[in-house]
Every structure is written in C-alpha cells, then in structure tokens.
C-alpha cells in the first residue's frame, strides 16, 4: 500500500470555499483516475498552525499506480487547484508506503 498524502494550509477566508471543493471537485477528479483505492481527509488539530491545516490522502495498492497518476494526472490537478485559490491555499504533497 502506498499513500499519496496532500498537505494543504488554508487561509480561513477560503476554509468553507476550500472544503467544498475538495469534496465535490478535487477529490471524485482524483478518484476518477482511476489509480487509488480510496481517499482520507484530516483536519490537523495539532499543532495550532495560522488558517487551518487539511490532509488528503489517497491510497493505491502500488508504486506503479500513484506513479502513473503523479505522471498522467497530478500536475494538471495541481493547476486547477492553483487557479481556483491563488496563494490563498499552500499545497505540498508527500509519500507514505505501509512496511
């Protein structure tokens, strides 16, 4: 199992807007890849941070998978989530693999 893990800082007048997005367009785009088997979102409640933290992540049965989405799909899904809210939403992504 390998775990695509989104980060997301937000500013709190985009908190509402930002969620709402995530849910109805960034998330089913991701899962519509087909290359995950599921999606998590987190609020992160510690450590206290300015705006407010979220988490996304999406899990795939393979290297080969989340590769193919990263090569295929993430870069254009990192625009559309760019154009959306500006630099209102700070994203950096990281990889978690199950051992």
């Known amino acids: ?3 695509l893990n989104v980060t997301a800082i ?3 007048s985009v908190k ?3 969620l709402n997005y995530m849910q109805s367009v960034h998330i089913p785009a991701v899962m519509a890849s087909g290359k995950f088997e599921e999606h998590l979102l987190f609020q992160l409640t510690e450590p206290v941070n300015e705006g407010f933290t979220f988490c996304a992540q999406y ?3 393979s290297k080969e ?3 193919a989405f990263r090569l295929a ?3 254009n899904l990192q ?3 760019q154009a959306e809210f500006g630099n209102q939403v ?3 992504s990281s990889i978690l693999e199950k051992i």
């Open 1 to 3: 199992m390998v775990i």
């Open 16 to 18: 509402d807007a930002f």
């Open 10 to 12: 937000v500013e709190e």
């Open 90 to 92: 700070l994203c950096f």
């Open 79 to 81: 625009t559309q989530l």
């Open 73 to 75: 799909d993430e870069k």
């Open 59 to 61: 899990i795939a049965d």
């Open 65 to 67: 998978n989340l590769n």
